[in-house]
């Protein structure tokens, strides 16, 4: 899908020069995405398999699984599903982020909620402010991004990422966009925007699952992962199985992760988180933490082979 905006473009770096920063981008938004002489790849989980419940079970349920890192997601909860929102203080933001350290992990990703570019540019761009602060304030590196769904804003949406990439690293905080449907459903198209927007602190969560979803299981991650060769920042483990099934313990669906991920680190990854999304959710969140057991160990697995 074309991104219409002229002064979006002429703002942009051209693909040539892109093309020559784009190893260097992937290799700073990696090193930002991990403490300092941590493990190479964070191996870490997300809120959402527990999200029929508040976000401490989430929490709860990754430590006894032995997860050193956590994501923040979704969660149950009666103001948002989301857990990090406009909506969401710096105050409260710091105490989400004493939750997950008083249980001895680090957060190395969230995914937030949509900043109001639809009311105007200006707005979107405080409220991805916000964000941001409040990403700073759980000490996370990594905001991820969802993209937008809606045509008619695919331009504002990214000319407000674009004005605030700087504001974001000097919180020290990474943004990314992942394969998620609409006009940044596939590898491809995520490469497009980050190329569009063109700034160093900007790059791609790559995620799996999310190919075969939006695609109705016709294209392979394996085969759209070397389309984002250089610009991967950390990567959502999350499978796949048909006819339309995420909800599904990583290894036991199509996705090949194996190849997937020896394809993205010939591409370059060499580094970042990797957090488990989905998994199969049973009778109660102890069913949900044995499954979340087992992604980890198959992701321990995949980076010592």
């Known amino acids: 899908m074309p991104i219409h905006s002229s002064e979006f473009h002429a703002r942009s770096m051209t693909r040539r020069q892109f093309a ?5 981008l992937a290799g700073a938004l990696a090193l930002d995405a991990a403490p300092r002489g941590k493990d190479r790849f964070q191996i870490g989980c997300y809120t959402r398999p527990w999200d029929q419940f508040d976000y401490r079970v989430a929490l709860d349920g990754m430590a006894e699984a032995g997860y050193k890192y956590a994501g923040l997601m979704t969660h149950k909860n009666s103001k948002s599903w989301v857990i990090v929102t406009t909506d969401v203080t710096e105050e ?7 939750e997950v350290r008083k249980r001895g992990m680090q957060t190395v990703s969230i995914y937030a909620g949509n900043f109001p570019v639809q009311k105007s540019i200006e707005a979107g761009i405080e409220g991805l402010k916000k964000l941001i602060d409040n990403c700073a304030a759980v000490r996370c590196p990594n905001l991820l991004l969802g993209g937008t769904g809606k045509a008619e804003l695919v331009a504002p949406y990214y000319k407000v ?13 990474a943004l990314s966009v992942k394969p998620h449907g609409g006009s940044n459903a596939t590898g491809a198209q995520c490469r497009k925007i980050v190329e569009m ?20 299981g016709k294209s392979d991650p394996v085969d759209d992962v070397p389309s984002v060769n250089g610009l991967i920042a950390g990567m959502s483990i999350k499978d796949f199985k048909p006819p339309k099934e995420v909800l599904v313990t990583p290894g036991t669906g199509k996705v090949n992760f194996r190849e997937v991920f020896a394809r993205a680190k010939k591409g ?28 980890r160990q198959m992701l321990e697995e995949l980076i010592a082979g």
């Open 20 to 24: 020559g920063s784009a190893a260097a």
């Open 92 to 98: 409260e933001a710091a105490a989400m982020g004493e």
């Open 161 to 173: 990422v674009a004005e605030c990439c700087g504001y974001a690293a000097a919180k020290k905080v």
């Open 197 to 216: 927007v063109g700034h160093k602190n900007f790059g791609i969560w790559y995620d799996p699952g999310n190919i075969f979803y939006y695609s109705d």
């Open 268 to 295: 370059g990854f060499k580094r970042g988180p990797l957090v488990v999304e989905c998994l199969d959710r049973g009778a109660d969140a102890a069913a949900t933490t044995k499954e979340a057991r087992k992604a």
